[in-house]
T-cell receptor
Framework: GQQLNQSPQSMFIQEGEDVSMNCTSS?????WLWYKQDPGEGPVLLIA?????ELTSNGRLTAQFGITRKDSFLNISASIPSDVGIYFC????????????FGTGTLLAVQP | ETGVTQTPRHLVMGMTNKKSLKCEQH?????MYWYKQSAKKPLELMFV???????ENNSVPSRFSPECPNSSHLFLHLHTLQPEDSALYLC??????????????FGPGTRLTVL
């Protein structure tokens, strides 16, 4: 099935650094979602975006819905060890009821 | 705690066994989903239920049989599985199936190993 292009695939950073990851698609989306998944657990919703240009924060996390509606990015500021995990973007196209398309994930490792 | 629970969290079964996975959501949602997550692969949508009715079967083999008795509960019945069916099976729910801005919330998953 269709996938979103998510980059980078992995990041290895020092505690305190800022992190940025993004997702791009050839299709227009009505919704962008960002999830975090810890090993052996299900994805946990971090931020939901519903309007082009929307910029939303959740603590140290900030995500934006791209103006073209074909991309989104997630920033994490001042990373801490518990930020370790896999981050997934997911998008929903207009008319594609119930069908989320997931990115391939970004593995984040934070060294104390 | 996302409001979506799954049991069991871990399951090991032989290829001739019959087992069931259970999902329950406490969010008052009307849509429920089964996903399969294999190593190094994106999440694969398996089934979608809206208001207890199945609206999506993503070409899933018949050895996986879903059941949705009400909007809060979803089961996945397993029989004669293959080793390649080993994966993390995730349940999700969302408020309303046909809304274009429907947001899905996931359970913790069941780690299934087929021997």
């Amino acid at each position: 099935g269709q996938q979103l292009n998510q980059s980078p695939q992995s990041m290895f950073i020092q505690e305190g650094e800022d992190v940025s990851m993004n997702c791009t698609s050839s299709s227009i989306f009505n919704t962008w979602l960002w999830y975090k998944q810890d090993p052996g657990e299900g994805p946990v919703l971090l931020i939901a975006l519903y309007k082009a240009g929307e910029l939303t924060s959740n603590g140290r996390l900030t995500a934006q819905f791209g103006i073209t509606r074909k991309d989104s990015f997630l920033n994490i500021s001042a990373s801490i060890p518990s930020d370790v995990g896999i981050y997934f973007c997911a998008g929903q196209r207009r008319g594609a009821t119930n069908k989320l398309i997931f990115g391939t994930g970004t593995l984040l490792a934070v060294q104390p | 705690e996302t409001g979506v629970t799954q049991t069991p969290r871990h399951l090991v079964m032989g290829m001739t066994n019959k087992k069931s996975l259970k999902c329950e959501q406490h969010l008052g949602h009307n849509a429920m989903y089964w996903y399969k997550q294999s190593a190094k692969k994106p999440l694969e949508l398996m089934f979608v239920y809206n208001f207890k009715e199945q609206t999506e079967n993503n070409s899933v083999p018949s050895r996986f049989s879903p059941e949705c008795p009400n909007s809060s509960h979803l089961f996945l019945h397993l029989h004669t599985l293959q080793p390649e069916d080993s994966a993390l099976y995730l349940c999700a729910s969302s408020p309303w199936a046909s809304a274009s801005t429907d947001t899905q919330y996931f359970g913790p998953g069941t780690r299934l190993t087929v021997l």
